[in-house]
Structure formats: structure tokens, C-alpha cells
């Protein structure tokens, strides 16, 4: 389907009060960003680690600061009228739970009272796709069904984003009060400087993946995200949660797909799901015993045994969200990769 470039919203129109992003130099948060610009939208605030010139050269406002600091987020709720809630930290790492759940949780909890405080009307929250479409099947699952707590709570960064809905609906969930919540997929495309999002598809390209995962996944392009977030802050629901995903792939065909594209071939092994868990767990421990990093996470072979299926028609109603072609989706990213972590012949 096409895909719009620019939005105009009501939002977007000039106003005195700020719209503030927490970790809009992320991946997606770069691609808002930038959309918001080009719509026309001067009255950025970008609360960050370290904003860099390009956006303070548009105009954008910079607050270098932590969700996680009560003081920060006090300043830099003031004089906002919406907020834009990015700033995370991913991790599949298993003793990267305190630091997510001090992110994610604690940090939403002293933004939302922040906001509360300084009278901000408006908030959209960007969580994920694996708080609620997880399963051991290949159903293609929506908002309405049940979210898989007993699953998702097996990695420490969906279990995180799970409390952090759940923070955020209990602090700004009274009447007046606008919340909405983004739930993308895997986000692919061009400009994952961090690795974020992108891991995946270079542990491909540099063929770090011993099995092929029997599992499935959803993904979609950053840019059409960055789309409905833009979108949501007009046309989102108080308190509803809306699935943004583009393609519902095995990891078989995923892996085919990027063979074709990049010509790097697909790992042909394939082993039953709980002998791989099982063996990535051993391998897990025999490297941690000798203090050295394993060559890849025991949880994130877990997860390929996994289905991450949705079906996203309620953000298209709703957000007018629509996606563009996952080839070309899966053609920036292994153009990104390759200029800037592989090199442009390596792999050719």
C-alpha cells in the first residue's frame, strides 16, 4: 500500500505549548522527528541524552535530561501540551531486568505525574507489539485478545513494557485526561544507529545465526510508524492500545527474503524447539562461567521459537495507518547495515 509522507493534524498547527518527545533521537524517535518538521511543526521539545545539531538546527528545542530523574522530568513537562513517550532501552539480556523496569516503569511513573502536574492534556505512549501478540501458535491475534502475560513475563524488557501500559493507564486514565498507546513490531528500515531494532537482520548479514527459529514475525518500516504516531495524537482513542505491524512471516521466509535481497544464505540447520532452547541455555552458561559473552542470547533464540502474529486493522480505521512494501522495507535495511556497520561490498 502507499504511504503518506507528510501529515497535516491539528497538532501540527502552530501553537504556544511545546509537544515534548522523550528519546527522539532513537530510531523511531528520529523518523517522528523528522516527520513532525516536515509537516511544519516548529514547537519541538527533545528530551534526550544528547540532542545532536541537525535538530537544534531545525528549530527543535533540546532538554538533556533522564525520565528517570524526578527533577528533569518536572522541567521538562512545563509549558507541553502533548507528550510523546520513546525513551526505553532494548534489551533481550536476562540481568537486564532492573534497569528496563527503572526505565520503563519508574521512568513513565515520574513522567506521567509530571505531566499530571503541569496540566498536559495529551499522551502517547510508544510501547510494543509483545505485550499483547505473542503465542505458541500461528493465529493472527488483534487488540481484543487477552494479553499473554505468562509469556511475554519470560523476557524482561516485554515484561517492563507490560507494567509500563499498565503504569501509565492507572496515572492517566481519569476523565479529561488522553492517553493512547502505539504498539509497533520489529522495526526495520534506514537509520538504526543503536541497533535497536535492526540486530536481527545484521546477525544475518554476518551469518551469527546457527538454526533456523520455527517460529514467525511481524515487522514493520519505522517510517510508517513514525506516520501513525504523528497521526494518533488527533485521531487516537483515550485509553486504547492500537497493533502496528506490516507482514506476518515465518522465520523461514523472512530468512529466504533477505537471502534473495542481500545474497548472504539462510541458516539450513533446523533443530526442535526445546533442544535449541535447551542448548542455547547451556551455551549461555558455559560462557558466562568463563566470563566471556556468548555469541548470541539464550532469550532471543527463545523468542524465534515463538509467533509475534497481528492483525492491524484496527490502527488502519482508526490512524488511517498503512505500510509499504516490506521488500522495500527489507531493501533499506540491508542498504543501512551494509554502509554503515558491514561495509557497502562485504557480503555482496
Partial sequence: ????????TKALAKT??????????GFLGTHIVRQFLESGQKNLRVMASSVPA??????????????????????????????????????????????MNKIH??????????????????????????????????EILDETYPQPVEILTKWSYYAS????????????GEKGDRLVILNPSLLLGAGDERLSS????????????????????????????????????????HGERYLLGAANWSFAEFFKRLERLSGVSAPMLRVPKKVVVFG?????????????????????????????????????????FTTRDPAETLQDTIKYLRENFLGEGIFK
Wanted: glycine share 8%.
Fill in 105 to 138: 516503569v519508574e521512568g513513565t511513573r515520574l513522567l506521567c505525574e509530571a505531566a499530571k502536574e503541569n496540566g498536559v492534556k495529551s499522551f502517547i505512549l510508544a510501547s510494543s507489539s509483545g505485550t499483547s501478540a505473542i503465542s505458541e501458535t500461528s
Fill in 161 to 172: 513494557k507490560y507494567y509500563q501500559e499498565k503504569t501509565a493507564l492507572r496515572i492517566f
Fill in 1 to 8: 500500500m502507499a504511504t503518506k509522507t507528510k501529515v497535516k
Fill in 198 to 237: 535492526t540486530k536481527v537482520v545484521l546477525d544475518f548479514m554476518a551469518r551469527r545465526l546457527p538454526t533456523m527459529p520455527s517460529g514467525g514475525l511481524n515487522f514493520v518500516d519505522a517510517r510508517d510508524v513514525a506516520n501513525a504516531f504523528l497521526i494518533a495524537l488527533d485521531r487516537g482513542r
Fill in 16 to 25: 504556544e505549548k511545546k509537544i515534548l518527545i522523550t528519546g527522539g533521537t
Fill in 54 to 99: 541537525w535538530m537544534t538546527d531545525a528549530g527543535v528545542e533540546p532538554f538533556v535530561g533522564s525520565v528517570t530523574n524526578k527533577e528533569n522530568v518536572a522541567a521538562a513537562t512545563k509549558n507541553v501540551g502533548a507528550i510523546y513517550h520513546l525513551a526505553g532501552k532494548v534489551s533481550f539480556a536476562y540481568e537486564g531486568a532492573a534497569q
Fill in 280 to 320: 542455547a541455555n547451556f551455551i549461555d552458561s558455559i560462557y558466562k562461567n568463563w566470563n566471556k559473552t556468548a555469541p548470541f542470547e539464550a532469550s532471543e533464540v527463545e523468542i524465534g521459537e515463538y509467533f509475534w502474529y497481528f492483525d492491524s486493522s484496527k490502527a488502519e480505521e482508526e490512524l488511517d
